[in-house]
């Protein structure tokens, strides 16, 4: 029924003369290859995540192994590996055939290929090594960053070579999204990655506490919205149409539902930071743009969805349909529960816990994930000139994938609910009913059934393997495919056009303007936030670090404690009861970078210092199970053991000097002294619990930084100068 | 019902201001909320179910009664429109009630809800198996029948599924095409679903009253309002059940406990929050020997239990996490381990023991609490 138009536009059409040219499959090929290795790479980090967080040990006791650093090694590998890789395999599979044209250099697609292996290469290593930023989803460190921003303009000049060398008159709407994609996404990480360097694989955030929270979040928000939401809608609009030998539903909303999606989108950042010290009118702004949001998502839902009318038989044959389906409904799930879960009251109960890593799962394994194989379902067949090999598989895998996201996320969302009323409840004396303790062994069974969830998912990538492998066995690549077109020829312009008609003939006002719209929200949040006085009241109290735990909140950040401990206390009667005076705008103004954290698998330690006592701490690192029966933290056995690396003081005190922190003139020369004056109080004062350590190993500044935390506004008269620091442990 | 929900749960994030004492109505409640939601929703799920299955039922027993075939099956009808009946004759959950709370909802409303929720699933669960049995006894009866039933049934669906999309029939899809295509991909010119855009534009409307009351006439609590009239409400409430109880221990009215009941339960408490850090026989380990005559911060019974109760320095406060009751109990316990000798003890911190000490100016470290 599509296939007699009763209007064509003028533009193709019209001109007799034809060119011939071939579609570059093989750069697809290599994409969705890494997509295949990298995805199943993830999963795995995943899978053994999933499984130290009831059983410990299974990180073998060894530092790159822990869960502290195969977390970010996870989300860094699904995200930037994973959907990354999937993103450009079907950006350059429908973008060459949307613009009727070649990809604009096969030099820069291999470029664009071999650098983003690369990068995740070295994100691999350097993230098992601890080398991290201490940003979620931002951890790279600065030459990777840099790294990154050159092979996304590579990728961007050869997206635009090839948009401008079309020879289709229009834009279709997947390349509005791939347009927003580009722009946005190297806005985000430029802005997000301001970082001075200490050394070649250590650098600080530029900005401090409250500001860089507000940034981080800003980004790391809208790293899921353009990072892993509208590339992959651009794919959806792309494969599900052609998939299903349907018109895409409606051409008014998908230009809506584009427009208004990607405007406010940008705005919702501060809704991870509800009830922090951020101002309030930042977080209202966030709550206020979420709300707005669900239409501008189910806008993309419904476009997709409906333009399966009539073709819902197909669904019930087509393993890529399927794969499709799911894929759609969990995102409209998805983006219906994110702006439930920015409401104030709703957050109160679901941040912190693993209530937001359900959320983000049915995101990630339903929509990223299913997507991603849906394409490479339909894309391999059709490269190689065959048919897939085994229907019934792909089904058994969107079985297993399906009863793997439920069997994952629901026990998950019970647990966070559960654990999270239980951390809320009081005794009618006043009392907290629970212990964090209890409340963490209360939900291990929720744990262990998660990582069963996860492992089915995994068993069903495996069968896709198996599947594509046969397939490609059965057919012969075709490495260019010959296609033909007529070449874009200046016609003058209808009249009367649809406005919109215009804008998709210019990619480059197309660009600006998409910028112009994203950029808007962030500057309106940020310039704020950074330029008025009064939204970070400072504290005359909140000193600077001493040197010795600077070096201490360095081992902190490179173990990737922040991805199980917050460091903020909101202003709750349970938390202000469970772990001190709730936290201020002002106590975080030399923290570069803000440590926040965003989940509470162990407790918040905002408060932690002076809460133990050193030999508490030691103990605790080398055994948490003996300061804490039943604790799920892993042994930190190695930092009884390193040594300190107290080269580096002298050039993270300077660091720390240029990014505005008030260390007197030429401290970094003698900061040592004082580092090691503070190390050897602490040995001594282990002394005193019969625990013998040398004061240069690396516990000593862990436990100098962990007893500071807190402590400027805890106990106001005491002074923790800089040049007294020997003060501050008695 | 989506945009419903939303509504419902957007009020929700305005929590009954300021002074009065309607902070922990269950209608406020998030929990609660979501619960009447989950309800809701299951409600629409049976209603749903109860229409087909009595279009089923109905044609059925027409179909029945052409053939005659007995009573059995007008049992079964009967026994249908009684499921669609308990169907429709849901409880409402009761609303209020304090005492026990379950994130801050009492018990009793907690469970009802629980419970409703349950019965929900199990009716839906039986009628979903009835309609199911009945299609396939349809089946192998006269499919075309079956058939003919569901499909009237599908229609009315579909049309009201039609009818809020505002769809147009499919074979109407050349009518509206654009002419575009893209690598044969055709665009076609529908309409806005319009409970889409009207609830867009109703989010629109929630987001600036909700700017308005935060940050216009502040009518809503910002974070540290609310933070504080929680924290009032509590004490209150504390301070009504105390004195309910009466109970009115604390560290200037405390007595040395003697009986072995009070022991035991202070054993108890010290072996599951101070042995880690004590030992279990009070020789002291990352804390000091609590067995000898030697005190950091006074060994009075006074001063123990200010010690236990607001913590001093690496001691950490337990008055968040034990009764008052509690660290009396806990106290006396510790009292009862001095001269015990315990082997490997550490080593003498402090001041010798002296008859009533005064507290020292150490003991008055901590601050920053809300004492109730």
């Known amino acids: 029924m599509t296939k007699q138009p009763p209007k064509t536009e003028s533009g193709n059409l019209s001109v007799a003369q034809t060119e011939k040219f071939y579609y570059d499959n093989a750069i697809v090929r290599a994409f969705g290859f890494a997509t295949i290795a990298f995805g199943i ?41 994973f959907v990354g890789n999937a993103s450009f395999a079907g950006i350059y599979y429908s973008l060459q055939r949307l613009c009727k044209s070649r990809l604009f250099s096969d030099r820069l697609s291999w470029i664009h290929f071999w650098g983003w292996q690369l990068i995740i290469a070295a994100a691999a290593i350097t993230l098992l090594m601890g080398k991290t930023t201490g940003k979620e989803y931002a951890e790279l460190e600065w030459p990777i960053d840099i790294a990154i921003t050159v092979v996304w303009v590579i990728f961007g000049i050869n997206m635009f070579g090839t948009i401008f060398k079309r020879r289709e008159k229009h834009l279709y709407v997947a390349i509005w999204f791939y347009i927003a994609t580009w722009v946005t996404v190297a806005m985000l990480h ?92 930042a977080q209202s702004l966030g709550v206020v743009f979420s709300i707005m949001l669900i239409a501008p998502s189910w806008g993309g839902m419904l476009n997709g969805l409906f333009t399966l009318r009539g073709a819902w038989d197909k669904v019930r044959e087509d393993p890529v349909l399927k794969f499709m389906v799911v894929a759609i409904t969990c995102y409209g799930m998805a983006t219906f529960e994110g702006p439930m879960l920015s409401l ?45 090999y085994s229907k019934k598989l792909a089904t058994n895998h969107f079985w297993l994938g399906t009863i793997g996201i439920v069997i994952y996320a629901v026990p998950l969302y019970w647990a966070g609910f559960e654990q999270s009323l239980m951390w809320k409840a009081f005794t009618p004396e006043g009392q907290l009913k629970y212990q964090f303790l209890e409340t963490v062994n209360s939900i291990r069974p929720f744990y262990i059934l998660r990582s069963v969830g996860g492992a089915m998912y995994l068993i069903g990538a495996f069968f896709m393997v198996y599947n594509l492998y046969k397939t490609i066995r059965s057919g012969v690549f075709i490495a260019n495919e010959a296609a033909e ?42 310039i704020p936030t950074f330029l008025i006085k009064s939204n970070i009241p400072t504290i005359a109290s909140v000193k600077p670090y001493t040197p010795l735990e600077l070096q201490g909140r360095d081992i902190y950040l490179r173990e990737g404690c922040y991805t199980c401990h917050s460091q903020m206390i909101r202003p709750f009667r349970d938390e202000v009861a469970r772990y001190g005076e709730y936290s201020k705008a002002g106590e975080f103004v030399y923290d570069h970078p803000f440590q926040w954290g965003s989940k509470r698998t162990g407790p918040d330690l905002a408060r932690e210092g002076g809460k133990y006592p050193d030999s508490w701490h030691y103990n605790h690192m080398y055994d948490p199970s003996s300061m804490s029966p039943g604790s799920i933290m892993p042994a930190y ?32 020369n003698i900061s040592n002294k004082d580092l090691m004056r503070q190390a050897d109080s602490i040995a001594a004062n282990l002394k005193k619990d019969k625990i013998n350590t040398a004061s240069g190993k690396e516990i000593v500044a862990l436990i100098a930084y962990l007893q500071r935390i807190g402590r400027d506004i805890k106990s106001a008269p005491e002074q923790v100068a800089v040049s007294q620091s020997n003060e501050n442990n008695k | 019902m989506v945009c419903l929900l939303t509504l ?59 053939n005659r075939r007995g009573p059995a099956t007008i049992v079964t009808f009967i026994l249908m429109i009684l499921y669609s009946v308990t169907a429709n004759a849901q409880p409402e959950p009761p609303v209020g009630d304090t005492e026990f709370s379950f994130g801050n909802l009492s018990a009793t409303a907690f469970y009802l809800m629980i419970s409703v929720i349950l019965i929900e699933i199990v009716i839906a669960i039986a009628m979903l198996l009835n309609i199911r049995k009945m299609v396939d006894t349809e089946k192998q009866a006269k499919p075309a029948l079956l058939k003919e039933a569901i499909a009237t049934k599908k229609k009315s669906l579909v049309s009201w599924w039609d009818r809020i999309n505002r769809f147009r029939p499919i074979d109407q899809d050349t009518n509206i095409d654009l002419g575009h295509e893209y690598d044969g991909i055709r665009e076609l010119d529908n309409r806005l679903p319009p409970w889409w855009l009207y609830g867009f534009y109703l989010t629109i409307f929630i987001g600036v009253i909700y700017f308005w009351r935060f940050h216009v006439s502040h009518s809503a609590p910002l974070s540290v309002e609310e933070y504080e009239i929680s924290v009032s409400h509590a004490n209150e409430e504390i301070k009504l059940y105390l004195s309910k109880k009466g109970e009115d221990i604390n560290e200037n009215t ?74 009396a109990q806990v106290t006396s316990f510790v009292k009862s381990l001095h001269g015990t000798n315990p082997p490997n003890a550490k080593s003498p911190q402090g001041k010798p023991e002296a008859e009533a000490m005064p507290a020292t100016a150490d003991s008055a470290v901590v601050q920053n609490i809300p004492t109730p």
């Open chain 2, 8 to 66: 419902t749960l957007t009020a929700s994030s305005f929590p009954a201001f300021a002074q009065d004492k309607k902070v922990d109505d269950a209608l406020e409640n998030p929990v609660a909320i979501s619960l009447v939601g989950i309800m809701i929703f299951l409600l629409l799920v049976i209603i749903q179910l109860a229409n087909i299955l009595l279009t089923v039922a109905k044609n059925k027993l027409e179909k029945e009664k052409q």
């Open chain 1, 190 to 281: 430029i802005v997000n990655s301001f970082e001075i360097p200490v050394s070649f694989l250590k650098s600080y955030s530029w900005y401090a506490g409250v500001q860089d929270a507000l940034v981080q979040w800003w980004y790391g928000h809208n790293a899921v919205a353009f990072f892993l939401t509208t590339p992959v809608l651009g794919l959806m609009y792309y494969f599900l149409p052609k998939a299903a030998n349907r018109p895409v539903y409606s051409y008014r909303l998908s230009i809506i539902h584009f427009w208004a999606l990607i405007f406010i989108y940008i705005w919702a950042g501060p809704h991870h930071l509800l009830y922090t010290a951020l101002p309030d009118w």
């Open chain 1, 41 to 81: 790479v993830g999963m795995l980090a995943g899978l053994w995540a999933a499984i130290q967080i009831y059983y410990p040990q299974s990180s073998l006791g060894l530092a790159p192994t822990t869960f502290g650093r195969m977390r970010p090694l996870h989300t860094n590998a699904i995200i930037f590996a």
């Open chain 1, 485 to 526: 077109a007529a070449p874009l020829i200046k016609l003058p312009n209808t009249k009367n056009e649809y406005w919109h008609r215009i804008l998709e003939r210019k990619p480059a006002t197309m660009l600006v303007l998409s910028l112009i719209v994203v950029a808007l929200g962030g500057l309106i949040e940020l």
């Open chain 1, 637 to 668: 056995s190695w930092l009884l053991e390193n040594n300190l690396d107290t080269g580096s003081t002298a050039a993270k005190i300077r660091a720390m000097q240029k990014l505005g922190v008030p260390y007197p003139e030429g401290y970094a």
């Open chain 1, 344 to 388: 104030k009251s709703v957050n109160a109960i679901s941040h912190f816990s693993d209530w937001t890593i359900a959320h983000v799962h049915i995101g990630g394994l339903g929509w990223n994930g299913f997507m991603a194989f849906a394409i490479l379902y339909y894309m391999i067949p059709k490269m190689w000139g065959t048919s897939l």
């Open chain 2, 254 to 327: 405390v007595v040395l406990l003697s009986s072995s009941e009070d022991l035991a339960a202070g054993k108890a408490i010290y072996l599951k929050s101070c042995a880690i850090c004590h030992k279990e026989n009070g020789a002291g380990e990352v804390g000091p020997n609590l067995t000898d005559d030697y005190w950091l911060h006074g060994n009075d019974i006074k001063d123990m239990f200010r010690t236990i109760r607001y913590g001093v320095n690496a001691m950490p406060q337990w008055q968040n996490s034990y009764s008052n009751k509690q660290i």
